[in-house]
């Protein structure tokens, strides 16, 4: 708190601490916490998180334990909950009343709603969250989600997430753009979103990694603006504005300009020559009275990337595997009524597939596949568990569909052209993914194996961090 103590808005010991009781030697430690925050820092508020049991705060109070607010967390598991978000902001409010203290919700979101489409996500991502806004019960909401992950475990968490609002490439999902709309509908009159609207821009590279990002600005504050214009990108982008009048910008009100940023992809650390990949340019605007905004592009470059075809593994490769084209519109489809750990070979599939080639990566369960988007599949499971590998399954030959662990390709009918990975049961389906996977992942754009390099050793349960490879 000391070191960070100027970006710090508040302090939440130990998440979610209260859903599950407290334990008798907690609340010492609670309150030694809570001293030593405000020793250092006693303007910034110290909170502790219930669900709805609203109750454990009173409990607190007995216990003479100290706290500034009322923590809330809540999600909507599945489609049937929505009805019950709303009492559960009001729980927290209403209390948070009656004490005399903030009520503050730092996680809220859905679970269970990992089948549905994006797009069909992003239809009921707004009523989840307006479960909460509309109420106008709340008056701080943190949204802390926002990084797609690979370290989902699909033995633990049973398939419930992916509900960040960005891919594993920084490119948002739908859901995103719905999020940024809460945010302008229900944001404070003086939020930099509502006093100037930046229309997000998508900008495809050629092969040289060269391209011009437009950042659409209005002006919708009411009021003239002066606004200063400065870029920022990271390491591997370089950006440059195409006019100097652009780094002093005058709007009238409703008044629109556009600011056009000319892009090169610059090879990242070591690397021979620009990635394939998503890179990403933001558009800094400041304007009076500390007003500041970011404008938001993405940057494609398409490409395959590099694919290690000789690492020995036990993985059955079929013919002409490693010659499957990644640069081209792509979909990785799991079965209707797949397992878990069909889900989440799927997701790590597509998230890798994407950030590795920058190209957008679609992902269905069979059932929501359009006709129009068969021709070429990334099929995950078994042929018990994916309608499409079963389809298929006697046009791969023997020797690999009866392997433990295998990667084929083959399709239902002529131009079709379908990557399959498959296995003895759902479990050596996705270790033949992850095999698959690993050969490209660790050269890719965004990959941290590929700064720091991959090491295969078994540790025990409740290893030393210390003595990690």
């Known amino acids: 708190v000391k070191r960070y103590r100027n970006v710090i808005d508040g302090v939440?010991?130990?998440?979610?601490?209260?859903?599950?009781?407290?334990?008798?030697?907690?609340?010492?430690?609670w309150k030694r916490v809570y001293n030593a925050v405000k020793e250092v820092a006693p303007e910034i508020p110290v909170h502790l998180t219930a669900h709805t049991n609203m109750g454990a705060f009173d409990r607190l109070q007995k216990l003479g334990v100290p706290f500034d607010k009322i923590g809330q967390h809540a999600y909507a598991d599945g489609l049937d909950s929505q009805a019950n978000m709303r009492g559960f902001s009001l729980a927290a409010a209403s209390y948070g009343r009656r004490v005399g203290k903030p009520p503050i919700i730092t996680e809220w979101n859905w679970r269970f709603l990992t089948r549905l489409t994006p797009e069909e996500r992003a239809k009921v991502y707004a009523p989840i969250f307006e479960n909460v806004l509309k109420t106008r019960s709340m008056p701080t909401i943190y949204q802390f989600q926002f990084n797609e992950s690979l370290a989902m475990n699909p033995k633990a968490l049973k398939g419930i997430r992916h509900y960040e609002q960005i891919w594993l490439s920084r490119r948002p999902k739908p859901e995103a753009f719905v999020l940024s709309g809460l945010i302008n509908k229900y944001g404070a009159p003086t939020h930099p979103n509502k006093?100037?609207?930046?229309?997000?821009s998508v900008v495809e590279l050629d092969r040289n990694g060269n391209g011009t990002a437009q950042f659409r600005i209005t002006n919708t504050s009411g009021k003239n603006l002066t606004l200063k214009g400065t870029i920022e990108t990271p390491a591997n982008l370089k950006?440059?504005?195409?006019?100097?009048?652009?780094?002093?910008?005058?709007?009238?009100?409703?008044?629109?300009?556009?600011?056009?940023?000319?892009?090169?992809?610059?090879?990242?650390?070591?690397?021979?020559?620009?990635?394939?990949?998503?890179?990403?340019?933001?558009?800094?605007?400041?304007?009076?009275?500390?007003?500041?905004?970011?404008?938001?592009?993405?940057?494609?470059?398409?490409?395959a990337p590099q694919m290690d075809s000789n690492e020995k593994s036990n993985v059955i490769y079929g013919e002409k595997v490693f010659d499957f084209n990644l640069n081209r519109p792509l979909t990785v489809v799991y079965g209707d009524d797949a397992p878990i750990q069909d889900v989440e070979t799927a997701s790590v599939l597509v998230n890798t597939l994407e950030s590795a080639t920058g190209r957008p990566?679609?992902?269905?369960?069979?059932?929501?596949?359009?006709?129009?988007?068969?021709?070429?599949?990334?099929?995950?499971?078994?042929?018990?568990?994916?309608?499409?590998?079963?389809?298929?399954?006697?046009?791969?030959?023997?020797?690999?569909?009866?392997?433990?662990?295998?990667?084929?390709?083959?399709?239902?009918?002529?131009?079709?052209?379908?990557?399959?990975?498959?296995?003895?049961?759902?479990?050596?389906?996705?270790?033949?993914?992850?095999?698959?996977?690993?050969?490209?992942?660790?050269?890719?754009?965004?990959?941290?194996?590929?700064?720091?390099?991959?090491?295969?050793?078994?540790?025990?349960?409740?290893?030393?961090?210390?003595?990690?490879?």
């Open 12 to 29: 939440e010991v130990d998440n979610e601490i209260l859903i599950f009781g407290i334990n008798d030697d907690a609340p010492d430690y």
């Open 195 to 200: 006093l100037l609207n930046v229309e997000y």
């Open 239 to 303: 950006a440059m504005m195409q006019s100097a009048k652009n780094t002093d910008l005058r709007l009238k009100p409703n008044a629109s300009t556009v600011v056009k940023v000319a892009l090169q992809a610059l090879p990242t650390d070591n690397s021979p020559q620009p990635l394939p990949g998503f890179y990403h340019v933001f558009l800094r605007l400041e304007g009076d009275d500390n007003l500041l905004r970011y404008g938001w592009a993405e940057a494609r470059l398409a490409g």
């Open 361 to 469: 990566v679609k992902i269905y369960t069979l059932k929501d596949l359009p006709e129009n988007e068969r021709d070429t599949l990334i099929l995950v499971g078994t042929a018990k568990t994916n309608q499409l590998i079963n389809l298929v399954n006697s046009k791969i030959p023997a020797d690999v569909r009866n392997a433990k662990q295998f990667a084929a390709r083959a399709g239902e009918k002529s131009g079709e052209d379908w990557l399959i990975f498959g296995g003895a049961d759902p479990l050596e389906a996705e270790r033949a993914a992850m095999d698959w996977t690993i050969r490209f992942w660790k050269y890719a754009k965004d990959s941290a194996a590929r700064r720091v390099g991959l090491v295969e050793k078994e540790l025990p349960l409740g290893v030393d961090p210390a003595q990690l490879p």
